[in-house]
């Protein structure tokens, strides 16, 4: 089941990203396919994890990992400057003829930049969702742990998001 997990939580992120260009395209329904199979990969895992201390605990430290990446996962798509910049500098150069690699950047970075906010609430709901799951499945011993651990990761997410701002802003 830990496998199943593990494989649920990072191929995830694969399937934001393919889903986001789903949406950019109008194909609902399969993206509400995918997710209610994953939502329901999760929900088996979650019933049929096992008790024991081992079990409950990589379960805890998977999803909390899932946690961390779908929230920075938001912030970063939440966050379209970079993209919007990008947008405004190949379209100020559209005196000059294009090539056709340039055109091919330009749609990429149009797509991205209309993708960004689905991707971004997606991967908010998903975070939601990793946290919830851990919530209601740990016993006060392991959220003791976890909440230990928790610290260490959401300064090290924190302290991520503020050199990628800084660095995005400046360079």
Request: proline share 1%.
């Amino acid at each position: 089941m830990f496998f199943i997990l593990l494989i649920l939580v990072f191929a995830m992120y694969y399937v934001v990203y393919f889903t986001a260009v789903m949406y950019q395209e109008g194909f609902k329904l399969l993206q509400l396919i995918v997710y209610s199979v994953a939502l329901g990969i999760l929900g088996i895992v979650y019933l049929f994890i096992g008790d024991d201390y081992q079990n409950i605990s990589n379960y805890a430290l998977v999803l909390s990992i899932g946690f961390l990446l779908y929230t920075w996962l938001a912030i970063k798509s939440f966050w379209t400057r970079p993209y919007k910049l990008k947008l405004e500098d190949i379209t100020l150069k559209s005196g000059k003829v294009k090539r056709a690699e340039e055109y091919d950047k330009l749609e990429s970075m149009k797509i991205n930049l209309e993708a960004a906010n689905y991707r971004g609430i997606i991967s908010t709901v998903i975070a939601i969702i990793c946290g919830m799951a851990i919530y209601f499945k740990i016993d006060h011993a392991i959220a003791q742990e976890l909440i230990d651990a928790s610290i260490t990761y959401i300064l090290g997410l924190f302290i991520a998001i503020i050199i990628w701002m800084i660095a995005d802003i400046y360079l």
